[in-house]
């Protein structure tokens, strides 16, 4: 049992990462109907910007550890989310009356613009975060001793996503997300101002993407380069497993495969979790092909 609760934690906590990654591509996919396949490398690059921020200027130094954390996560999902306005800006709008395809090869090619100035920029070696501003506290819980990073990982994950979701469903600007995912040609009718609508889906999700690669980074210690790839894929895999436009199935689909993927790994093999994650995504999508919670998506304009 303490192992199985271990496990329960470490998949929260993935998972968690997952559903903030899952919930970029899910917002954009369900404004646009588009798959921002450059999405992993500005998680990527949060995880960068991160370490350069605290090796760079040594905040670790100045502030408490918990305070050097919290000033470096709002820079870096304050400096992700201008890349990610600016790639809407430069790569996605000019080709918005174009074909579907158009958008899809300009998401290609900005996700080889954006590996390959990572690669210019920091090189291809492996970093690591210092040590001191990784938190190694140990909690004892259940008689099992668990790293307290987990738990902030797991804290500020929940904390992000209902956020947002109070954001979306709460507020005027929310009210006008789902209007323009619902339809846009009547949401412009209502005077909403769809391009700035679309702006700001490529603030909030490329921002909550550069946060989740810090907390990569803090939770685990070593980065490279080519990571957004890998959790790219899984968290596109989470947001189809949810339901694909469907902020709450992101949510959800990321904890679920975070939970699969950690007890495939510890109960079966670590080789096959890969495998575990997504034959769990075929099964779900051969029962209910919308995800688990249905799938929204913008009429096409």
Same mark, same amino acid.
């Given at each position: 049992?303490?192992?199985?609760?271990?496990? +329960?934690?470490?998949?929260?906590?993935?998972?968690?990462?997952?559903?903030?990654?899952?919930?970029?591509?899910?917002?954009?996919?369900?404004?646009?109907?588009?798959?921002?396949?450059?999405? #992993?490398?500005?998680?990527?690059? #949060?995880?960068?910007? #991160?370490?350069?921020?605290?090796?760079?200027?040594?905040?670790?130094?100045?502030?408490?550890?918990?305070?050097?954390?919290?000033?470096?996560?709002?820079?870096?999902? =304050? /400096?992700?989310?201008?890349?990610?306005?600016?790639?809407?800006?430069?790569?996605?709008?000019?080709?918005?009356?174009?074909?579907? /395809?158009?958008?899809?090869?300009?998401?290609?090619?900005?996700?080889?613009?954006?590996?390959?100035?990572?690669?210019?920029?920091?090189?291809?070696?492996?970093?690591?975060?210092?040590?001191?501003?990784?938190?190694?506290?140990?909690?004892?819980?259940?008689?099992?001793?668990?790293?307290?990073?987990?738990?902030?990982?797991?804290?500020?994950?929940?904390?992000?996503?209902?956020?947002?979701?109070?954001?979306?469903?709460?507020?005027?600007?929310?009210?006008?997300?789902?209007?323009?995912?619902?339809?846009?040609?009547?949401?412009?009718?209502?005077?909403?101002?769809?391009?700035?609508?679309?702006?700001?889906?490529?603030? +909030?999700?490329? =921002?909550?993407?550069?946060?989740?690669?810090?907390?990569?980074? /803090?939770?685990?210690?070593?980065?490279?380069?080519?990571?957004?790839?890998?959790? =790219?894929?899984?968290?596109?895999?989470?947001?189809? *497993? #949810?339901?694909?436009?469907?902020?709450?199935?992101?949510?959800?689909?990321? /904890?679920?495969?975070?939970?699969?993927?950690?007890?495939?790994?510890?109960?079966?093999?670590?080789?096959?979790?890969?495998?575990?994650?997504?034959?769990? *995504?075929?099964?779900?999508?051969?029962?209910?092909?919308?995800?688990?919670?249905?799938?929204?998506?913008?009429?096409?304009?």
């Amino acid at each position: 049992m303490e192992q199985f609760f271990q496990q +329960i934690i470490n998949g929260l906590a993935i998972g968690g990462i997952y559903a903030l990654v899952a919930l970029g591509y899910t917002m954009v996919y369900g404004v646009l109907k588009l798959i921002n396949f450059a999405h #992993g490398d500005l998680f990527t690059i #949060g995880a960068y910007l #991160g370490m350069t921020l605290f090796v760079s200027y040594r905040l670790a130094d100045l502030l408490p550890v918990y305070g050097a954390i919290i000033l470096v996560a709002l820079m870096v999902m =304050g /400096l992700v989310a201008l890349v990610g306005g600016l790639l809407e800006r430069i790569a996605y709008r000019p080709l918005r009356n174009a074909s579907r /395809l158009s958008a899809v090869v300009s998401a290609v090619g900005a996700s080889i613009f954006f590996q390959n100035a990572i690669l210019l920029i920091w090189g291809g070696n492996y970093y690591v975060y210092p040590e001191s501003v990784r938190p190694t506290t140990i909690i004892s819980l259940f008689g099992m001793g668990v790293p307290l990073i987990r738990f902030v990982l797991i804290a500020a994950s929940v904390m992000l996503m209902l956020i947002l979701y109070w954001f979306i469903h709460r507020t005027k600007t929310g009210t006008a997300i789902r209007a323009a995912a619902i339809d846009q040609g009547a949401a412009k009718l209502m005077g909403i101002n769809v391009n700035r609508i679309i702006a700001l889906v490529f603030l +909030i999700g490329p =921002g909550l993407g550069g946060v989740a690669g810090l907390m990569v980074g /803090l939770a685990y210690g070593q980065i490279d380069y080519s990571m957004g790839f890998s959790y =790219g894929l899984k968290a596109f895999t989470a947001a189809i *497993l #949810g339901g694909i436009g469907n902020i709450p199935g992101a949510m959800i689909g990321g /904890l679920i495969l975070g939970l699969v993927e950690t007890l495939g790994a510890a109960y079966l093999t670590i080789a096959w979790k890969d495998a575990i994650s997504f034959f769990v *995504l075929i099964l779900i999508l051969i029962i209910r092909p919308t995800g688990i919670l249905g799938e929204r998506v913008a009429d096409k304009l």
